[in-house]
């Protein structure tokens, strides 16, 4: 007692000897110093600096503000609790008792956590809470041997592989955005990312997932159309055929449709508009009215597949689309109130040369719903460039360039894709990659104030690998950036802008983590910028730029042209993804599993079987990641893939017909998803076999 006695008569002599002006400067130069001193263990966020503060005494309250560089680092409760301690430490005398908050950015450091990292109370400006989209997704594979419940299912994703090659107005010639570095440049190396890596990992989660760019790497493209061939573009020697019923046929809608009447485009031309689609009114019995396409394939390989319709007034959210491939037949429905006007991905499958009965596209009426189906046009890979700009197209395939050019040929308005007017295809391609995501997704619940296609994305990501350079051979690591500074601090659903900032956090601490496990280096996270760029400022959703590592520097890509970085760097951004929406909506999530190993075929016990044996894999940074079940994929001869076999255990019998060569490949599946698949094997079982080879 006389203790606390004899501190309160101190801190009583100290406020009266010392005035109000010299505690302030004392306060300040304390401040100063800190800042000045402050690093963390995680990242180097520079020097930071004192803005400004402010002592309430008569409230007992000091309020602190530091320069941007503060909010550079990722905010945690322990560590706010240990900066706050800190603080409380230094200060002189009766200001440590005071309340303080530090303020960096705007925000207090304490507003700068992470929902999902809180111990306390979220913030619910900055989450989704009760908006939800309640209609059927755009696509959904009906096929999928099982459910999705813990994923990414029913949300829509947009994200983007940086730059493309482009026209450079003022020189009149096609090049590349960025330089070409070390065998590679960012405009093709973020690809090698995305596409084969990220994409289908959230796909595999159950997302819809929408690029901008094009994402089939396939040269070739046909076109198979209700217009048919018109000038001999679009399809020659493909099929179109419509099959009415006793109470269904087939009619022309009274909006236009896509009609490829030329091979090559100038600006503003505009493919969608030029045609007709048809549209059926739906029945509930099955294989009544229906549309084919039948594509004549130039070449054996994988091709994508899109479809295109219009939203019609009545349209049904159930259309009945199978897709016809080497592989088998795999069921599609897609929400034809949404989306239309455009190519909708479906799936990329393997198709045979020519035209055959086993290749093909077959649209129902069949529905659960009374309404309409639409049919248009159908399109077979993702083709080359095919859009002329100063007399010339770019002469790649349409993959290799920017997101403007494969929005003109998707049918997005001008203004979308060129705001400039075609006087600057550099700034157009860059802001084209948001003005699409918001044109698709206007009028959904997530960006209600703009006019739109109704696609409910909920969030966009963009990739790129220009996170700086160094003079010594070190790693840069990973960048991120979002925007808060812009439309009052609000996205167009209503929700904080800081729900970027969080998107982008957790996405840094995840490849940090992530990367550092996996390579048993220290992944170099840099800062969380706050910085005013099209790609974070435009999108009406929560939005970031993942700057990921330095295609300037050695170091970064001598890790980043190796296929089990690329996996990781897939995976980690991935669970980031999936754990961030599931935060966004108060919803419970399941990490997908990692691929099987030890996968193996032997000779069965019976007769022309053949025993595959696998085992499951458990990752150590993720508990739920756990298979619970497997899927058997089986290919006959040089066909395709089927839709797979679900198999509970770690073994499978196949009963074989001798003189054929099957191949297989295994998944594991659980409520969250998928799995990348195991190696390919192949067996074959001769027809007067005495011995087992190899």
Partial sequence: MKKIILTSILLLLYGTLLPAQDIEQNVEERLQAFFKEYTTNTINIGTCKLDSFRIDFRKKRLLIYT???FAYQPLRPVTVDAIYRHLGQILPGPVSYFKITLFA???SIEDLIPNLYRKGKEDKTRLFNKLEYKSNPWVTRISRPYEITRGLERRHIALWQSHGKYYINDKNTWGWQRPRLFCTTEDQFTQSFILPYL??????????VFTPRERDTQKQEVIVDNDGSLNGYGGQGSLYLEV?????????TNQPGFAQQKRVYQDNENPFITGTARYAQTEKKKDKAFVEWVPDIPETGEYAVYVSYQTLPNSVSDAKYLVFHNGGVTEFKVNQQIGGGTWVYLGTFAFDKGKNDYGMVVLSNESKEKGVVCADAVRFGGGMGNISRGGKTSGLPRYLEGARYAAQWSGFPYSVYSPSEGKNDYTDDINARSRIINYLSGNSVYNPKEKGLGVPFEMTLGVHSDAGF???????????????DYNNGELNAGISRYASRDLADMVLTGLQQDISAQFGIRWQRRSLWNRNYSETRLPAVPSMILELLSHQNFADLKLGHDPRFKFTVGRSVYKSILKYLSTMHGTDYVVQPLPVNNFAIHSGSRKNTFQLTWQAVDDPLEPTAKAQQYIVYTRLGHGGFDNGTLVRGTEYTFEAEPGLVYSFKVTAVNKGGESFPSEILSAYQAKKSKATIL
């Fill in 67 to 69: 320069n941007e560089r």
């Fill in 105 to 107: 950015n705007g925000r």
């Fill in 199 to 208: 994409i289908p990992m959230l796909e595999n989660a159950g997302a819809n």
């Fill in 244 to 252: 009415k019923s006793r109470k269904a046929r087939w009619q022309q």
């Fill in 470 to 484: 160094s003079k010594e051979d070190d790693l840069i690591g990973t960048l991120g950036i979002y925007t808060t």
